[in-house]
């Protein structure tokens, strides 16, 4: 690495089982009045009511907004925005998965800095303003959007998935309390853990890691490994869940710092255009880009292999960077993850847009991160592998 790097992390860190009691505390430093930005479903489940009471317990006003669903769009977030400067709030409190995080994020930031959320893409606008608090509460072992500066919003007028990565969209605080992630169903389970891996995976290889990023990069792939399926299998298991959070959270400071790589680049596209939900996609992808990354990062995946496999402690280099793809597609095998065709996507409009998905992916600067950097010709081979990929053999990739 250079001489000179970065980690960024927010103000503050709230983990551990019950630790949204603390939610009150952090919102009476942040403001008087918050607008919550959530979904149907945590409201379903209550969790909206369990931070409006701790909210009301400070003192704190609040108003919510609960029009997220699936992958955040730009809609979203003028929505939201506009509610926000109706209701005068102070600050803004997310809760939910990555989309509700990734919602929040913009509305922070556009609440000072002012424009359209796609002005920020390739910093094309910088937010010189401080954003105004926003206090992130993940429901999901997964995204790690709590503890990263970047958003990623969909353009709904080009189906175009933005990635953005400034400093002003850091959360303020970050509260990670495991007991929210019981709800998740085994799907949900299982597309954000391998999403949260990914992350680590990235960050470890990534051309810009470095030993802080190293770090937790690799405490989080050990506990998303030896956790994730036990997670999956059964969800009341508090230890696994636990794990799991820590482990995604350990993930995103990993990755918002060392940034990700050539799974994430090609993964927006395939979202932006066919709606697979982000975790999934990483999953469907995972397997042939490793295989593909294989010998320009031998040592790193070795690194993984071992995690998976002790015995690989007695291999070469590179045969525990062999343990280490079969292991992440076995992995995927057992967590019962689609190939792109086995979601419902169809062959031909999928062959259609693969060219504009390669180009999408490269734009957005992540594949130049890779440990080998792909053409855009590589780039639409992979798509074209991963589209009927089978989890259960070895799938060669050149």
Do not use: W
Request: aromatic share 6%.
């Amino acid at each position: 690495m250079d001489n000179y790097a970065i980690f960024r992390t927010p103000q503050t860190i709230n983990y551990g089982r019950n630790s949204l009691e603390k939610l009150g505390n952090e919102a009476a430093l942040s403001g008087k009045k918050a607008l919550i930005i959530s979904d149907k479903i945590m409201d379903t489940l209550g969790y909206v009511n369990s931070c409006r009471n701790y909210l009301s317990k400070e003192n704190v006003e609040n108003v919510v907004y609960l029009g997220v669903e699936s992958e955040p769009t730009d809609k979203y977030v003028t929505e939201a925005l506009e509610l926000l400067k109706a209701e005068q709030c102070d600050f803004v409190i997310s809760l939910g998965g990555g989309s509700c995080i990734d919602t929040a994020k913009a509305i922070a930031v556009l609440a000072t800095n002012g424009g359209y959320i796609g002005d920020y893409m390739r910093g094309n606008k910088i937010a010189k303003e401080a954003a105004i608090p926003h206090i992130a509460i993940p429901t999901t072992a997964g995204t790690g959007s709590e503890a990263t500066d970047v958003t990623v919003i969909t353009n709904t007028s080009n189906d175009v998935k933005m990635m953005i990565k400034q400093p002003a969209f850091m959360p303020t605080v970050a509260i990670v309390d495991p007991l929210l992630t019981i709800t998740s169903p085994q799907s949900v389970t299982a597309a954000t853990g391998i999403d949260a891996l990914s992350h680590a995976i990235e960050a470890y290889i990534s051309r810009l890691s470095h030993p802080m990023t190293d770090m937790a990069a690799l405490s989080g792939m050990k506990l998303i490994v030896n956790n994730l399926l036990k997670a999956y299998e059964d969800g009341e298991n508090l230890d696994a869940r636990e794990a799991m959070s820590l482990g995604a959270l350990q993930a995103g400071m990993a990755f918002t710092n060392a940034s990700v790589c050539l799974v994430h680049g090609m993964s927006r596209p395939i979202g932006a255009l066919f709606h697979v939900p982000h975790g999934y996609s990483n999953a469907m992808l995972l397997p042939a880009v490793l295989e593909f990354s294989k010998d320009s990062s031998i040592d790193r995946l070795a690194d993984l292999g071992r995690i998976f496999s002790p015995e690989a402690n007695s291999k070469t280099n590179k045969e525990a960077a062999e343990i280490a793809v079969s292991s992440v597609r076995d992995l995927c095998l057992q967590l019962n993850i689609p190939n792109l065709s086995g979601f419902g996507i169809e062959k031909q409009p999928f062959e259609s847009v693969v060219s504009k998905m390669a180009n999408d992916a490269l734009a957005s600067g992540s594949p130049g991160n890779n440990p080998k950097v792909p053409t855009k010709l590589e780039i639409e081979e992979l798509y074209h592998i991963c589209f009927n990929y089978d989890f259960s053999t070895d799938n060669k990739v050149r």
